[in-house]
C-alpha cells in the first residue's frame, strides 16, 4: 500500500512515537523510513532520545526547517514488494514416509537427565576438555571449564542423544578435523552442517561516566552489549536457501527436547535437499563441459576453414606469378625474334629453360596429382552433397 503525507504530518508523527514503530505502520523499515524524512529535510530523533524521555530526562524536540523545494512538501512512501516465495519442496514417497515415521509415538526421541552414557564424539569432547583443564592446573574433580554452565551440560546432552537417534537412521556424526569441537551430519554423499548455540540478546546500555570518558566514546551515550538468554537454538546451516524448515528453537511450552523428532526429520530432509543439488550441479557440469566442447569443435572448424582459405589465397598468388612468369617468357622470345637480346649470356633457351621451371614449380595446379576415375566420382558426389 503507497502512502502519501504532507511533510508536516510525518514530522508530527516522527517525534511522536520511536521510528522502529512507526516504520512497522508503513510496510518499511526504520532505516527506509529515516532515509524518506532526510530526503525531505525532516530531522528526526537522535540516538537515545526515547529512553531519556520514558526516564523523565529533559528532551528537546528541533524544528521543522523550510523545505528546500516544492516537491519536498509531499513525501510518498512505497513498501517494498514481497520477496518471492520459494518453491515448495516435494518430496519422493519414501523419504516422505521415512518422515512421516518422526511423528509416530513409538519412534519418539528422549534426552535423558544426565550424561551417563555419552556418544563417542560427545565423549571424546570432554575428555578434550578435561586434558585441557589439567595442563591449566585445574583439579580433576572440576566439570571441564568449557561445559561447566548449566546451558552447555545441556546442549551436550541434547547432541549426545541426537547423534544417537541419527545413527539409528543411517547418518554419520562426524567431527571436523581442524575444529574439534564443531561436528556435522553424513548420509550417503552429503553433508549436512548444523549449529546448536545458545540466543544472544542486544541491548542497549548508557555509558558509565568513566566510559564517557574514553576517547573512542565521545559523543556516544549507549553501547551495545549481548546479554546470554538461555535459549537454545538449532539451526541446519545446509536449509538455509531451502523452503524446508531448517530452525527449531526454545519454546516456553515446548523445550528442544520435545523437537528432536522433527529436526530428525529436517536432517532427513536436507539430505534429499542436498542430494537434489548435488545432482543438479553434476548435470550443469555435465552441459557446461558439453557446450565447451562444442565451443572448441566450432573454434576448430573456424580455424581450419581459415587455413584452408590462406591456403587459397597463396595457390592463387603463386598461380598468378607463374601464369606472369610464363607470359613474360613469350615476351621475351618475341623481342628475340625481333631484335638481339642478351639473356643469360645470350643462352637463350637455356634461360628460357630455367624460367619455366620457376614457373612449374610455383603453378599449384602442376603440383597436383591427377585423380583416378574412382577418386574423381567420389569428388563428384561430395561437390553434389
Request: net charge positive; charged share 30%.
Amino acid at each position: 500500500m503507497v502512502h502519501q503525507l504532507a511533510r508536516t504530518e510525518l514530522y508530527e508523527l516522527v517525534w511522536s512515537e520511536p521510528m522502529t514503530k512507526l516504520a512497522k505502520r508503513f510496510g518499511i523499515s526504520d532505516v527506509g523510513l529515516a532515509k524518506a524524512c532526510r530526503r525531505a529535510c525532516i530531522p528526526v530523533p537522535e540516538r537515545g532520545y526515547w529512553a531519556k524521555s520514558r526516564h523523565g530526562k529533559k528532551v528537546q524536540r528541533q524544528p521543522l526547517p523550510p523545505a528546500r523545494s516544492p516537491g519536498q512538501e509531499t513525501i510518498v512512501i512505497e513498501p517494498p514488494e514481497p520477496k518471492p516465495l520459494l518453491p515448495k519442496l516435494e518430496l519422493p514417497p519414501e523419504v516422505q514416509h521415512q518422515v512421516e515415521q518422526e511423528s509416530a509415538p513409538e519412534h519418539r526421541i528422549q534426552v535423558a537427565k544426565t550424561l551417563s552414557n555419552p556418544h563417542p564424539i560427545i565423549g571424546a569432547w570432554l575428555e578434550q576438555d578435561r586434558q585441557s583443564s589439567r595442563r591449566w592446573g585445574a583439579s580433576d574433580l572440576n566439570w571441564p571449564r568449557k561445559y561447566a554452565k548449566p546451558i552447555e551440560k545441556r546442549r551436550l546432552r541434547i547432541l549426545s542423544t541426537l547423534f544417537k537417534a541419527l545413527e539409528k537412521r543411517g547418518f554419520k556424526p562426524t567431527v571436523d578435523t581442524r575444529y574439534v569441537y564443531e561436528a556435522s551430519v553424513n548420509q550417503g554423499h552429503e553433508q549436512i552442517e548444523f549449529t546448536l548455540s545458545e540466543r544472544q540478546r542486544q541491548l542497549r546500555v548508557e555509558l558509565t561516566k568513566e566510559e564517557k570518558k574514553d576517547r573512542y566514546n565521545l559523543g556516544r551515550e549507549w553501547k551495545q552489549v549481548r546479554e546470554a538468554t538461555g535459549e537454545l537454538i538449532f539451526r541446519i546451516r545446509s536449509l538455509q536457501y531451502s523452503s524446508a524448515q531448517s530452525e527449531w528453537r526454545d519454546r516456553p511450552d515446548h523445550l528442544l527436547e520435545d523437537q528432536l523428532n522433527a529436526i530428525v526429520a529436517g536432517f532427513i530432509v536436507a539430505g534429499e535437499v542436498l542430494r537434489r543439488q548435488r545432482l543438479e550441479r553434476q548435470e550443469e557440469t555435465l552441459r557446461y563441459a558439453e557446450a565447451e566442447r562444442e565451443r572448441w569443435k566450432q573454434e576448430e572448424l573456424r580455424r581450419k576453414e581459415t587455413e584452408r582459405v590462406q591456403e587459397l589465397f597463396q595457390c592463387v598468388n603463386a598461380w598468378r606469378q607463374a601464369a606472369e612468369i610464363r607470359a613474360y617468357v613469350q615476351a621475351v622470345r618475341a623481342m628475340s625474334e625481333t631484335s638481339r637480346c642478351d639473356i643469360n649470356g645470350g643462352n637463350l633457351e637455356q634461360w628460357v629453360s630455367w624460367a619455366l621451371a620457376q614457373a612449374d614449380r610455383l603453378n599449384p595446379i602442376v603440383a597436383m596429382e591427377p585423380l583416378g576415375e574412382g577418386q574423381r566420382a567420389a569428388t563428384s558426389e561430395t561437390g553434389r552433397l
